[in-house]
């Protein structure tokens, strides 16, 4: 029996890494962006009401 490997070197590994990591790094930037702009009360209902979705007790 014979087992035949392929080499992910290539340059379309290297295109998909860069892309993934670029997509990553775009996506953080603008999860800053948008968070830095909300209003401060905003952001505080949004995360305690994920706090009651998942069935953690916060008071």
């Known amino acids: 029996m014979t ?3 392929q080499n992910l070197a290539g340059s379309k590994a ?3 890494t860069i ?3 670029l997509m990553v790094a775009a996506m ?4 800053m962006f948008v968070t830095g702009h909300v209003q401060a009360a905003t952001l505080h209902d949004a995360a305690h009401d994920v706090r009651h979705a998942t069935g953690f007790p916060c008071h």
């Open 3 to 5: 087992t035949q490997t």
């Open 14 to 16: 290297g295109l998909s």
């Open 28 to 31: 953080g930037f603008g999860l």
């Open 19 to 21: 892309g993934a990591a």
